[in-house]
């Protein structure tokens, strides 16, 4: 059954468009976007007033809605997937079998590990999904991103300059 927006007078879904009682999702926006134009003052009141109440209430929300977000952002794999691979390495880094230590500065929780994939096939931050291989631990991640560039090869020429005994090239 659709229904009919008091402002617009258009038919919407009831789902899927619709918002506070007679109005559209539409003209509800365009009605809130003006009167928080015309309440700025009161609006930066009240977010002062209850920014450590609010952010301490929904802070763990937040922290999990930005992770999958950029999970499938950067990688393409559903928090399922990536639970899956997780499970699957028993909750370890794919390279030392370590797990992960570094500590979040702000929840002083431990970071996820990161997912790591071939950067041959996409380069950058971001992956097709195809190309994922594992988890990894932060320093793990830091040093194959290392190895696979050529600052390797850089830094071994630098190491032989000034100490031809301990570095084989």
Known sequence: MKKICSKCGKEHEPKTNWRHGTLCRDCWNAYHRGWSARNKDKLKKWAK????????????????????????????????????????QNG?????????????QGSGKNYRLAVDHDHHCCSGRRSCGKCTRGLLCANCNTALAFV?????????????QYDRTSVVT
């Open 92 to 104: 370890r880094c794919a390279i030392c079998g370590n797990v992960e230590t570094n500590v979040h």
């Open 49 to 88: 007033r209850n920014h450590e109440k609010l952010k301490a209430e929904n802070l763990p929300v937040l922290r999990e809605y930005q992770w999958r977000a950029n999970l499938n952002r950067q990688s393409s794999l559903t928090p399922e997937e990536y639970d899956a691979k997780l499970s699957a």
């Open 148 to 160: 696979e560039s050529d600052r390797l090869a850089k830094a071994l020429a630098y190491l032989a």
